[in-house]
């Protein structure tokens, strides 16, 4: 018999039966293994399945590694977006804000610049109207000045009454004009 660990031929007998027992047993033992052993490498498919079984373990461990890395990836991506969106959302009211700013600002020109067409045109018409009433007033003296140079005394006083106040005499001239054209239009018979 040789010993496994150093090649050498095992030290001659036992002392003893007890002992002789023990050695075989050891010898039965080590066969044992050394069988168990050699049937394992000799049973290829218990192996693969042990390899593909290993793999299984690792893929699915990875696979879960993959979704927990996708997931965190996807936490990421969602923030950052988010933080872009409130940016572009920030920057979007600050040009409105801007644009609303300058309307109003424009506003506030057209309005300034239309109360001062406003006023020019008031003061325009003011002056119109005061040169028209000048000029009435002017037209109002030199009929007047005719009426009492060239009235004869007793229509003069209806004449001048009707320089001064000629709206009274416009409404009855327009009635007797219209007496006048209705009677002429439309003749008795």
Known sequence: MTDRTTGEQASTGAK????LRRQIEQTRSELGDTV????????????ARARAADLRDKAGALT???????AQAGHTVHDKATQ???????????????????????????????????????????????ATQDGAARTGRELER?????VPAPVRPVVLAAIRHPRPVLIV??????????SWRYPKK
């Not at 005719?146 to 060239?150: G, T, V």
Request: hydrophobic letters at 40%; glycine letters at 10%.
């Open 146 to 150: 005719r009426a009492q140079h060239s």
């Open 84 to 130: 872009a969106g409130h940016k572009v959302q920030d920057r979007a009211v600050q040009a409105g804000h801007k644009a609303q700013d300058r309307a109003v600002q424009a506003g506030h020109k057209v309005q300034d610049r239309a109360v001062e067409a406003g006023h020019k045109a008031q003061d325009r018409t003011l002056r119109a109207g005061e």
């Open 16 to 19: 003893g039966p007890d002992e």
């Open 173 to 182: 001239g327009a009635a007797v004009i219209a007496v006048a054209v209705v």
């Open 36 to 47: 168990e052993e050699l049937a394992g490498k000799m049973d290829v498919k218990g192996r």
């Open 64 to 70: 879960v590694q993959l979704r927990s890395s996708a």
